[in-house]
């Protein structure tokens, strides 16, 4: 319900009056008819939500009980459910460096059963990450606008122009899935690390205070770009750590949501 008055209408037209916004004025019907008339819009009852979901490699990733794909699993099964109590499609699009799987909005309980029956057993047929993919593929299946949920830990490059072009035709709100120990090395010793994506394996001596700071480094400015960029063209982000319980930042989005209003 924190989106509804977002999706505006078009429902007639009608002889313009005193205090009517001029925006609204219909320049072709008013040459058509020696008078001005202008644009009438209702609220949309209904809104399509889109739930993006990453489903590479780098999301099988997880320091304590569960791997960012797991919280990414229930964040798009919790989202799913409340769009169809508030009678909106809702439809799924899975990806890696493809487009893994796309299921059309639809309304009912049986549709949001199989979307998230399809996040949690869904086996990728690639383990890479292209979020331009995703984007440019949603640009094409809709036109009007939506309500979109895209969740991923946003590790890639590339994507920020098709990002931006979605941010403007749509409602989008990514949820940014991390994990503490990407910030937070831990003491091991030496530890084989093994890329998920590229399968590339490399070592690591985490008993180096300086290896340890520089990849927390580097993984805190990933992060700080990404939010610093989505201030900028005013796109929400919502964080969200595989050590906490993602219902608090969820709720503290949708509450500060509804303020906005």
Do not use: C
Not at 106 to 134: C, E, M, Q
Not at 171 to 192: A, F, N, T, W
Not at 235 to 256: R, W
């Amino acid at each position: 319900s924190a989106f509804k008055d977002r999706g505006m209408t078009f429902s007639e037209v009608r002889e313009y009056q005193p205090g009517d916004d001029i925006k609204l004025i219909d320049w072709n019907v008013t040459a058509r008819s020696n008078s001005p008339f202008i644009k009438v819009f209702e609220e949309e009852r209904e809104l399509t939500v889109y739930l993006i979901v990453d489903i590479s490699a780098s999301g099988q990733f997880g320091s304590k009980s569960k791997l960012k794909q797991e919280i990414g699993a229930e964040i798009a099964a919790v989202l799913g459910f409340s769009a169809i109590k508030n009678n909106d499609k809702v439809g799924l699009l899975l990806f890696s460096e493809i487009i893994e799987k796309y299921l059309v909005p639809k309304k009912g309980k049986s549709h949001v059963f199989r979307l998230i029956k399809d996040v949690l057993n869904y086996n990728p047929k690639n383990h890479k990450t292209s979020i331009k993919v995703a984007f440019d593929y949603l640009l094409k299946i809709t036109k009007r606008k939506s309500v979109v949920f895209f969740i991923s830990d946003f590790i890639d490059k590339g994507y920020w122009d098709s990002l931006k072009v979605v941010n403007r035709k749509h409602d989008l709100i990514g949820i940014h899935l991390y994990d503490e120990v990407e910030y937070d090395l831990p003491h091991m010793g030496l530890v084989k690390v093994i890329d998920p994506e590229s399968q590339e394996t490399t070592w690591i001596d985490t008993s180096n205070p300086y290896n340890r700071s520089n990849l927390g480094n580097q993984s805190k400015k990933n992060k700080n770009r990404l939010i610093k960029k989505s201030k900028k063209i005013g796109l929400d982000i919502v964080s969200i750590s595989t050590n906490e319980d993602y219902v608090d930042p969820l709720l503290a989005f949708f509450k500060n949501r509804e303020k906005k209003k």
